[in-house]
């Protein structure tokens, strides 16, 4: 979606979001319940421009072949994280699982302050990608990491460490 226009960038583009984490955004009720840094109007916006293409689906829904969701629900009632795997390769995508290396890995339980919504219960569903991650040796990206984004998640005591994957550039 492109600002200047209020249109979309890819017209025929499909969407596809949490069932829940669409309802959390567009509840009229909103406003009142965050701060006002916090307020939707972008992304009411957005979702109201995308709503002809958009398909919601819960946590766990196979969005393509390969590509398949799972709940990490914590820093928005909503958020999910997306698994993609295509013969014997795989990657993590996280979102905003994890928004700083010193203390996200670390301390993977605690909330961090641009959280939309904090429940400690549910901020816990971000434990298993972590977990699942340092075991697999799986490749985890997400666009709060240090570039180039991408690297490998390292069990360490009782929490875990952020691995950078080497990055070369081609010519």
């Known amino acids: 979606m492109t600002a200047r226009t209020a249109s979309l960038l890819f017209p025929s583009a499909e969407f596809v979001a949490s069932e829940t984490e669409v309802a959390f955004w567009s509840a009229p009720d909103l406003v009142g319940k965050v701060s006002a840094k916090q307020q939707p109007l972008v992304t009411q916006a957005n979702l109201k421009l ?3 293409r958009l398909r919601l689906i819960k946590a766990g829904a196979e969005v ?7 709940d990490t629900a914590g820093h928005t009632p909503g958020h999910m994280s997306v698994h993609i795997s295509s ?3 795989e990657m993590l995508l996280t979102g905003d699982v994890v928004v700083d290396t010193a203390i996200g890995f670390q301390h993977p339980e605690w909330a961090f302050r641009g959280s939309t ?3 400690p219960k549910q901020q ?3 434990w298993p990608s972590s977990t699942r991650a340092a075991a697999d040796k799986t ?3 997400s666009y709060h990491l240090p570039f ?16 950078p994957a ?3 550039w081609t010519t």
């Open 50 to 52: 995308a709503s002809p």
């Open 64 to 70: 393509a072949p390969g590509v398949t969701t799972f």
């Open 87 to 89: 013969g014997r390769e």
């Open 117 to 119: 919504w904090t429940c």
């Open 124 to 126: 816990r569903r971000a």
């Open 139 to 141: 490749l985890v990206g």
């Open 148 to 163: 180039p984004g991408f690297g490998h998640v390292v069990r360490e005591g009782s929490g875990y460490r952020w691995l």
């Open 166 to 168: 080497d990055w070369q």
